[in-house]
């Protein structure tokens, strides 16, 4: 009796683990099998949302996979939430935005991700194809404000790895409204005098980790925007650009705060900023606390290091006020090289709210091979080991 029982059971044990591992086994789409053209001409957008629609309807993990050549492709939202909360993309090609600026610049990005879980992103190249709305820009004409490279929104546990974004007409990488993001390995390149193309922009976002990044732009090389907390940001080179700045703060008097930032192991190369921290000069409920920048090099970097409370472009909606947010717990440690001006340390603070608890730890920064001076307005603070030039807390 035994015997039969058994032989009975062994033909639906065997299916049952055929079946569960059958549906275990990720599946892979191909955006050329589903029409994209590797040309550079054909528009492939319904082809990358229709493997889009296929990775994230599958029960199991799934992988988009863009093989060579460039890709051309007007903006395209990938919407979640999935049935897997592992979708991979693998880029060995490049995606490429139109070159007329008018198909995508008044949109606010070209390719956006929201409310998706799980998605990771790995090589290739991004390229924006910004240069024609630059050069409009900076030619004082009416231009479209332009199109975020890559966005994502309401989204987690994100990974970016090995990805290149080149000459975004705004803004290459944002995280808004994200959580456990891991952005490794990551190159963005643009050219100086690119207006608005910050490299990674992170705001109401938490537990963010970017590292080995190299960042060339025109703008902030990663800019950390209100609501972000817990940031770190590790082997990081910057330049050209404006620099690592958390703010602008306090341009909305009901503002979330920055907090637990950590900037470590970075390298600023001829940017206007190295470790900026800046606020409107108008009131605001805004903070920036838990601040730590360390082992840091500078070369001929115009400043180096700054905290900048009366920020007012164009001298709009600011002047003669004074600044709300609140800045304290700045740590400044291991901070060395060259300045490419006179004042290579400015603490411009808020004489209603000064910032507290700002700490340099072993700083020397000279310039022009003599020793840098600073500047101290409505700041404290203390200073540790040898702090060049000499503190002004």
């Known amino acids: 009796m035994a015997t039969q029982l058994t032989s009975l059971l062994l033909p639906l044990l065997f299916l049952f683990f055929l079946t569960s591992f059958s549906s275990a086994i990720p599946v892979t789409y191909n955006v050329v099998t589903l029409g994209a053209k590797p040309d550079d001409k ?43 909360s592992r979708v991979s993309i693998r880029i060995d090609g ?48 009416n231009c479209p404000s332009g199109a975020t490279s890559l966005g994502f929104s309401n989204s987690k546990n994100i990974v970016i790895n090995g990805l290149t974004s080149l000459n975004s007409q705004l803004y290459h990488i944002v995280f808004n409204s994200c959580t456990n993001v891991k952005v490794q390995g990551v190159k963005v390149s643009a050219s100086g005098n690119s207006p608005n193309t910050d490299g990674i922009h992170v ?7 970017i590292l080995n990044t190299k960042i060339s732009t025109g703008d902030d090389c990663v800019s950390i925007g209100p609501g972000t907390n817990g940031l770190w ?16 703060l306090g341009k909305n008097s009901q503002e979330a705060g920055v907090q637990n930032v950590t900037v470590k192991t970075a390298t600023f190369t001829g940017t206007q900023n190295g470790l900026r921290i800046k606020s409107w ?21 115009q400043n180096p290091i700054i905290i900048d409370q009366n920020y007012c472009p164009d001298n709009q909606g600011c002047p003669g006020q004074n600044s709300g947010v609140k800045i304290s717990d700045v740590t400044y440690e291991d901070i ?36 840098a001076s600073a500047s101290c307005i409505h700041a404290d603070g203390s200073a540790d080991g040898v702090v060049q030039p000499g503190s002004c807390l």
């Open 203 to 209: 705001q109401l976002s938490s537990s963010v980790t």
């Open 42 to 84: 054909t528009d492939s957008t319904k082809a990358f949302l229709a493997a889009w629609a296929r990775a994230c309807g599958s029960a199991t993990s799934a992988t988009i996979y863009v093989p060579s050549g460039r890709f051309l492709l007007k903006n395209a939202v990938f919407q979640g939430p999935c049935k897997n």
């Open 336 to 371: 060395h090289g060259t300045s490419a001006t006179e004042v290579a340390v400015k603490f411009d603070c808020s004489s209603k709210n000064p910032c507290s608890n700002i700490k340099l730890e072993d700083v020397k920064l000279t310039y022009k091979n003599q020793q």
């Open 94 to 141: 490049t995606l490429v935005a139109p070159s007329d600026y008018h198909v995508i610049g008044a949109t606010d990005n070209w390719l956006f991700f929201q409310h998706v879980d799980g998605v990771s992103i790995s090589g290739g190249v991004l390229d924006g194809q910004g240069t024609g709305l630059w050069a409009c820009k900076n030619s004082g004409k």
């Open 281 to 301: 000069g108008r009131p605001s409920n805004g903070f920036a606390n838990n601040i730590h920048f360390q082992h840091v090099v500078m070369q001929n970097v």
């Open 233 to 248: 940001i590790e082997n990081v080179a910057c330049g050209p650009g404006h620099g690592i700045s958390i703010g602008s």
